[in-house]
């Protein structure tokens, strides 16, 4: 079955870092862009982050520039999302995403508490 | 960034209904643009994608239509199983944005 699996969530302090990962399984991870999506307590959906399938284009939310990074290892057919300085307002579940444009498959969500 | 405003934010319907929500951007979106059902505790689920192309597996009494700023998501005649909130995302500019939602409640 083609999936995403989010992990890696937790409880922190402000100020705090997190590494959040997603390992994709039953598709060609390497051959698809990737996102971070966000979704604050009884809120909308917000967009984090987009890495491309094999080049180093990365793109951030204003909110989250500077704090977060994203990477990728398709060896591993696995993405990650390192956030430092933490914030309160970055409290929400994370879902890992694939795409470019649409979100085809999503992860099942990896809930952040700051 | 490209704003989308959906309307209404809550929808009261019964079984065999037919609903439409819509959805407005900021600035011409040239047709990409995608509708999500979310159920509580779960991940969304894409629907419709390029406002009107059916995602494999969904089932075809979800419809989608609209042009330049305002498009539509139409269920025909809605199932217990539709009972949830629905997300419109624009994906013409960056970055993506989505709608507030929309709560499709019995």
């Known amino acids: 079955e083609v999936q995403l699996v989010d992990s890696g969530g937790g409880l922190v302090q402000p100020g705090g870092s997190l590494r959040l990962s997603c390992v994709a399984s039953e598709f060609d991870f390497g051959s698809y862009p990737m996102n971070w999506v966000r979704q604050a307590p009884g809120k909308g959906l917000e967009w984090v982050s987009y890495i491309a399938s094999r080049t180093s284009t990365i793109y951030y939310a204003d909110p989250v520039k500077g704090r977060f990074t994203l990477s990728r290892d398709n060896s591993k057919n696995s993405l990650f999302l390192q956030m430092n300085s933490l914030r309160a307002e970055d409290t929400a579940i994370y879902y890992c995403a694939r795409g470019s444009g649409y979100l085809d498959i999503w992860g099942q969500g990896t809930p952040v508490t700051v | 960034d490209i704003q989308m405003t959906q309307s209404p934010s809550s929808l009261s319907a019964s079984v065999g209904d037919r609903v439409s929500i819509t959805c407005r951007a900021s600035?011409?979106?040239?047709?990409?643009l995608a509708w999500y059902q979310q159920k509580p505790g779960k991940a969304p689920k894409l629907l419709l994608y390029?406002?009107?192309r059916l995602e494999s597996g969904v089932p075809s009494r979800f419809s989608g239509g609209g042009s330049g700023t305002d498009y539509t998501l139409t269920i025909s005649s809605l199932q217990p199983e539709d009972f949830a909130t629905y997300y419109c995302q624009q994906y013409y500019g960056t970055p993506m944005t989505f709608g507030q939602g929309t709560k499709l409640e019995i």
């Open positions: 600035q011409v979106i040239s047709n990409s």
């Open positions: 390029a406002t009107s």
